[in-house]
């Protein structure tokens, strides 16, 4: 069971693509000596409205607080009150433009709508109001509160927004944390490839073996089975993403808490003192470990019930991440290149098709992986939130899958202020290219080849992040990262087994090693019996 939760929950978070949004600043300037400042996230509509790339072409104006009515009716203000001003009214009941129209004859220069629900995209039909021009954007209510306590009654606020960073440095750390667990993952399985090989020579040390073993060996069937599988969770995470995503995030709980344990027990178990042991249940059971599992599961806990808490929770989940994915390279073992290339370029396909292919069979023209990644809105308004009351309360938190490396982007940006303030790197990036570096490392310790395999494969992956992230930044759209991991190791896998000559045995892996070993050793036992024999007479 641990095995199958591990496998299932493991590869959702491919590279997730950025949510893409028109999102902007909007500063914030009070009247108080030296005068204090602010930056505020907006969304705006860069159809209807553009809005300058810095504050240097900016105009400033005098925002009026009107959160008291939500303009849907020229009676609702006096006139002259808006007049050369920004104004700010609340979401709900008319849609965006017809409080626009409202607001620009009577005066108005910019019209800021406040939400005290979750911020969405503009959406209106822009060709009934063709005569609206002045500049509108969707503000958290949240936010004007806040400005009011900060910056006092009287305010001066202008909108710009500046083009996103080209790179984030951000980026060099997900590079790091990607290369360290696949470097890692490939070497600690070659650890108990080698540990099995001795066990082989030893029938007591290979029974006490087989009794530790945890390993999940895929065939070429399992390989297909598995991708089916992935398939059709992806689309009920799909259709049912407010349900699903509770139990994948209870499965993550889990399997993490495991997978500390198991990292960090390799690593205690290493330490010669501090062995004392208690009795259990038939069983001597050392108190540390006890004391280590306690730790494992109170991580968990507490980053579950404070995962949405974005200042220090991301930390938190990166180092369940990285144990979780070391654990998962460590426990499933390919057992043929053969298998690697059977996963590797299934799930390329996988990716490719629910990132590019599916926009073109959905209804709203997204793609089922984005629309899984950045999850559903977390409230009950419609897509353009034009026609629905505005909720008392602030919506709930809004879930995301927790599969995923996250490390805050670095470089300032309106991408920062609003939705999204983290870069992302999907578990499976991580794991699927480990499972070939896994069985890279294994290969190296079965053919003894000094771990070329092991090395140029780590590399290869290394390159395909760069490349990768290249892409990301020169196509400023999400990239399946599979598409570039997935050939860079393949490749150079296989180049090296090519001019190794040892294709054949690269292709049929360790059973084929296996049974040359086996082969080996009856050889050497039949020997042995025959040089025997003549003595013994």
Known sequence: MRAAGLLWA??????????????????????????????????????????????????????????????????????????????????GNCTFLEKARIAQSAGAKMLLIASKSRLSSLSDNKTDFEDVTLPVALIRYNDIVDMQLTLGNEVNVTLYSPPLPEFDFSMVVIFLIAVFTVALGGYWSGVAELENLKAITSPGERETRQKKEENVTFTPVTVILFVVICCVMLVLLYFFYKWLVYVIISVFCLASAMSLYNCLAALVGEIPFGQCRIACCNKNIEVRLIFLAVFCIAAAVVWAVFRNEDRWAWILQDILGVAFCLNFIRTLK????????????????????????????????????????????????????????????????????????????????????????FSLLGF??????????????????????????????????????????????????????????????????????????????????????????????????????ASEQPGGQ
């Open 10 to 91: 493991a590869l959702w978070g491919l590279l997730l693509p950025p949510v893409t949004a028109d999102e902007g600043i909007l500063h914030a300037s009070g009247n108080s000596e030296p005068p204090v400042t602010k930056d505020y996230c907006i969304i705006y509509n860069s159809n209807w409205i553009s809005l300058p790339k810095s504050l240097d072409n900016a105009t400033f104006r005098t925002l009026e607080n009107l959160t008291s009515t939500v303009l849907c009716n020229s009676s609702e203000v006096p006139s002259g009150l808006m007049k050369d001003k920004a104004v700010v009214v609340m979401r």
């Open 334 to 421: 390919m057992p043929n290149f053969k298998s690697c290339v059977i996963l590797l370029g299934l799930l390329l396909l996988y990716d490719v098709f629910f990132v590019f292919i599916t926009p073109f069979i959905t209804k709203n023209g997204a793609s089922i992986m984005v629309e899984v990644a950045a999850g559903p809105f977390g409230n009950s308004e419609k897509n353009d939130g034009n026609l629905v009351e505005v909720p008392a309360e602030r919506s709930a938190p809004h879930e995301k899958l927790p599969v995923v490396i996250r490390v805050p982007r670095l470089e300032y940006s309106a991408s920062t202020l609003c939705d999204m303030p």
């Open 428 to 529: 499976g990036d991580i794991i699927v290219p480990g499972l070939l570096v896994a069985y890279c490392r294994r290969f190296d310790v079965q053919t003894s080849s000094s771990s070329v395999y092991y090395i140029s494969c780590t590399i290869a992956y290394a390159v395909g992040m760069v490349l990768t992230f290249i892409v990301l930044a020169l196509m400023k759209m999400g990239q399946p990262a599979l598409l570039y991991l997935v050939p860079c190791t393949l490749i150079t896998s296989s180049l090296v087994a090519w001019r190794r000559k040892e294709m054949k045995k690269f292709w049929k892996g360790s059973s084929y090693q296996m049974m040359e070993h086996l082969d080996y050793t009856g050889n050497e036992e039949s020997t042995a019996s």
